[in-house]
């Protein structure tokens, strides 16, 4: 996979697949977001094959350039090589026991989002009015937002009583979408535009910043307070099923 030149959607889906089949041989709780992931993926090739984008091609380069840097961030890491903060926090995060399923999806969209998808925008916008990408952008958003009750869904697989702690939180797929979808809509388009009106040379460090900036907010799903973090343990003791097992719920 390291040395795949990836240039169409297929591909990323054949790279997922390979990091989804890692994952499960090694029972790696990385593979949660893979899992989620590959389905976003296929939603978005069901919409460029349904012409729902204004510009399928292009919302096609837009997600093989946003999963290729997950793609590489998670090769970088298994290869103890440098990577994005944002994404160091969240690969960190699937070597602990007690971190939920959920809270492994939420961190491994805050890097991927929050960082990597402006990154994305912006350069395939590069010297082109990346307004005119506003409108595909955004249609990502009603994607990732369309999965959040099948995501509900495959973590009652994980553990039944799951159902009944979303009523008892009121709604935690609210807090998926809140987190996710809104920061994503508004701080990932904002950034992307602000990072294609960047001098090159200024680039990198603005991207360092916000990279930081990303990776303190991965505070938010690992330490959410004693309340949270309690019914989290409790969640994560009821958890049902090996890690390749949970995968595999995420992934069908």
Known sequence: MSN???????????????????????????????????????KVKEGIEQ???????????????????YIRAYEAYKNDQPLTHSWQVAFDLSLQYWPIVLQ????????????DLGIAAAEISENKNIDNLQEDFDKINVILSSLVHE??????????????????????????????????RDGAWKFAKELSETPDQLKNEMISTR?????????????????????????????????AKKIEDLKN
């Open 104 to 115: 492994h999806l939420l961190i491994g969209m805050n890097a991927h989002i929050n960082l």
């Open 151 to 184: 995501v509900d869904d495959d973590l009652a697989e994980v553990w039944p009583t799951f159902r009944i702690i979303v009523k008892a939180l009121g709604k935690v797929d609210d807090y998926l979408v809140d987190f996710s979808m809104k920061l994503a």
């Open 51 to 69: 012409n729902t984008f204004q510009n399928g091609p292009r919302m096609e380069h837009l997600d093989v350039v946003f999963a290729t840097r």
């Open 4 to 42: 795949l030149q990836i240039k169409t959607i297929d591909q990323v889906i054949a790279a997922l697949d390979q990091i989804i089949l890692d994952c499960i041989e090694n029972e790696d709780c990385a593979g949660y977001f893979a899992a989620l992931y590959r389905k976003v993926t296929i």
């Open 211 to 243: 990279d930081q900036k990303v990776s303190r907010k991965a505070g938010l799903i690992t330490r959410p307070g004693f309340l949270i973090s309690t019914i989290f343990k409790w969640i994560r003791l009821g958890e049902r099923g090996s890690v």
